[in-house]
């Protein structure tokens, strides 16, 4: 996989030097260091930058920054390195920023449900942190990715349909712009209306507009009640209207969870469960004692209105740790499918009218080009991801599974939806862009170019 | 009030023939439309545009603004003319654009929740169109403000506690750009990841990069129940901690409106009622009816336990009416306090935990100097709005009050908040960006000077 590792820039050894005497020793240039951060988690070719550096403040990153603007360095910021669309391949070479020293809790205001972290703190860290607080950060994307990473990839996951994504629970941010300045946007009111949404220009921008180093994160009260329950249906169509008709009736689900056949096999080999392997929905209710109850009856209801055979509980925390830990290990459990495979893991967001359609469509697609690629979804925000398990170095499955990425891509665009809906651009996607934006391309390039005029900034990526 | 009526541009006969060309008619240099065009609800100077026009559609507004960019003639987009900082004044003449004229429904999906309206239409002509669908728009600033108004200046108001403000129910737009080129930004999705995030970068940018001309919503079920209560408070701290107590105790109130003794005497005054002159706070609860009863029940406790001597409920819908009604008068209640007097509304927003201590403060200083000054505040989401009933032309009067205001803005910004939490900016609080954004503002100049290098966007407000 990996290609001929060599410098792509011809930076002089007085850049190097510059560095140096900002870190001392933590910066690599080491091959095994260069390589691991040259890749992500998905199937995009190993791209190593020319040296990765480790600091530990927002400061040090201002300077690293500063340095590469003088020399013109690329500079792509590394989180826990969980990315899907080869976000973190230093395409151009220059500096890696390895963020994961910068893993402090800066501030923790229990009273405002609010905290900021340091970028590089991943979502397991916080979770520590925020133990006996009676509070939690509910932004769940699976991977135990970075704070930053997820921030920077606009990130949702299985608990967006009832607490939304990184965009609706990130107050601010600390972002070192592409000149050096250290830049605070937002601050810890919950909503203000004072002047143009930086944070929200940020999130999602995937390192091109700068580093982010500090995010403060609106926190939520862990519910007093939680219950979550199972429920297999005979077809595609029929999973995915029960998540419809649980979001259209009201009921404020916490999590609705799509897995298809091939996907409850993949779980069942690989942690040797007995789930029916059928199109099955993993649901999560929060609240009340009497809320939880009310609502996980509506979804009952719905679930035998068509036609499910089962609806099992899971109100014990271990069985629902059980089942969570199932959905989580979905995509070690797809790799395991093949061993040996990669991983290509992409990602559409439709209308959820639309929802079933698509899914069924891209079901079709997949299984006439003869491809492995389960199918999960978080139904209820109409977000659904395909994981292609392939030979990278078989060009024709390669190709096949393209042809069906592409289809799947201008299938939700034609449906009113997006390229992706939580994994981001990264360079995997770029060409979609123009086929969903059309002239607002054009727009954000206008803003890449104001704020990044050198091109710095993760070039070769989103825009 | 207003500034002597005459043209701050010079702009050739040519100018004006070719917007006749592209609208007929439908344009005014008449004096008195040019006066309305110039002001919105408060106290902020007139200032007339030079000629006010009235598109109908999209491409007439592409139009209109490729005629202003070619002569460099100021643009400054008019919804329903209801802002607060002097958004609308045409400070340097040009064309004001009256967006009344794009008042349709685009686009319906009752299934997906969402729909799409072009931005002159109103907050109330919008809850028209959703009748019977089982849907509303929970977006509620008070006055009936226009859609497309409400997406630039990121309006929020009574509901966002439960719903949030528009960033959160705005799925996408259609901006007409300053060079006129026509942008559609966002999709139907609930969520992307594709690029930036050209809708939040929209939303609250006062038409200082664009005019929005089509806005997508995001719809939510009418709730099954809904029941709305009534408590008045001791002191100003009790009503406040009653509100933070349940945001911290989790219960998901709808709308928890404080209302300070001056303003409950107003609203009073006003509509003939006889609530206690005492801090009061509106409380309205959305849910299933166990859910609402439950959520209304655990309130009542942490009010009696804060010393509540009443709690009235209003569970029919016109006991309801009639106390939203109250609510939603208050500014006009307000200025009849002193028949003759104009407004001058402002806002700020601060982590809830500080919003006790930051109403506390500014109400003894508005008392020390002397003003009649009502206090309303959106106490969920650490909001809070102060009205002071002025004469503009009493000159000792407006600079007791702008200090007050201004010590207000910056206790704001010392306590973590914003100078403005759904106001917005206009020109009435540019220079309290610098203090709340630093170098932040340099990057929103940046944005603004690469969207926008003419300027010609609504000179003068915002950045």
């Known amino acids: 996989m990996a290609t001929p590792i060599e410098s792509r820039t011809s930076l002089p050894e007085a850049f190097f030097e510059e560095l140096r005497a900002i870190l001392g020793d933590r910066m690599s240039t080491a091959e095994a260091i260069r390589q691991q951060h040259g890749e992500g988690e998905s199937f995009h070719p190993n791209a190593a930058p020319d040296v990765v550096v480790f600091p530990r403040t927002t400061g040090e990153i201002a300077a690293v920054v500063r340095a590469c603007a003088a020399y013109g360095a690329p500079i792509v910021p590394f989180g826990a390195g969980t990315s899907l669309e080869g976000h973190v391949q230093a395409l151009e070479g220059g500096v890696s920023i390895a963020m994961g020293e910068l893993d402090g809790l800066v501030e923790l205001h229990a009273e405002d449900m609010d905290c900021r972290v340091q970028a590089g703190m991943t979502r397991k860290a ?16 699976g991977a135990d990715a970075s704070i930053g990473g997820m921030a920077a ?54 390192g091109t507009l700068g580093v982010i180093t ?12 939680v219950a979550a329950a199972v429920c297999s249906f005979e077809t595609l169509e029929a999973a995915v209207d029960s998540v419809i008709l649980t979001i259209q ?44 109850q009310e609502q996980s009856q509506a979804v009952a ?3 035998s209105d068509l036609g499910a055979p089962d609806f099992q509980w899971a109100t014990r925390a271990e069985d629902r740790s059980r089942l969570w830990k199932a959905r989580h290990e979905a995509y070690y459990a797809s790799l395991a499918l093949r061993p040996g495979s990669r991983g290509w893991a992409t990602d559409v967001c439709v209308p959820i009218g639309r929802l079933a359609e698509c899914i069924v469509s891209t079901r079709e697609d997949i299984d006439a ?9 978080h139904a209820g925000d109409g977000n659904f991801h395909v994981l292609f398990i392939i030979d990278p170095d078989d060009a024709d499955e390669m190709e ?64």
Chains 1, 2 share one sequence.
């Not at 500090?214 to 009640?225: D, K, M, N, Q, S």
């Open 400 to 463: 096949r599974a393209a042809r069906v990425n592409g289809r799947m891509l201008e299938r939700a665009i034609e449906l009113g939806g997006t390229c992706t809906g939580e994994h981001g651009v990264g360079y995997g996607k770029k060409k979609y862009l123009e086929a969903e934006h059309g002239d607002a391309l054009h727009a954000m390039r206008a803003v890449k170019a104001a704020l990044d005029p050198q091109g710095i900034m993760n070039p070769g990526k989103v825009v």
């Open 126 to 141: 916080l979770e520590e942190h925020l133990k006996g607080t009676g509070l939690f950060f509910p932004v769940d994307p």
């Open 301 to 303: 209801e719905i679930a």
């Open 214 to 225: 500090e995010v403060a994160l609106r926190l939520h009260g862990i519910p007093e009640a």
């Open 369 to 377: 080009e003869g491809l492995i690629a389960p199918i999960v979804s």
């Open 153 to 206: 990839t606009g990130a949702s996951g299985t608990t967006t349909v009832r607490y939304g994504t990184m965009r609706e629970n990130v107050l601010g941010l600390t972002v070192v712009l592409p000149d050096g300045r250290v830049v605070r946007t937002g601050g810890r009111a919950r909503k203000s209306s004072a002047g143009y949404d930086l944070t929200g220009l940020m999130l999602g921008s995937e």
């Open 249 to 292: 009736s009201g009921v404020p689900v916490a999590r609705a969870e799509l897995l298809d056949d091939v996907q409850m096999d993949a779980v069942n080999r690989f942690a040797g469960l007995d789930y029916p392997v059928r199109p099955t929905v993993f649901f999560e209710f929060h609240g009340t004692d009497a809320a939880v």
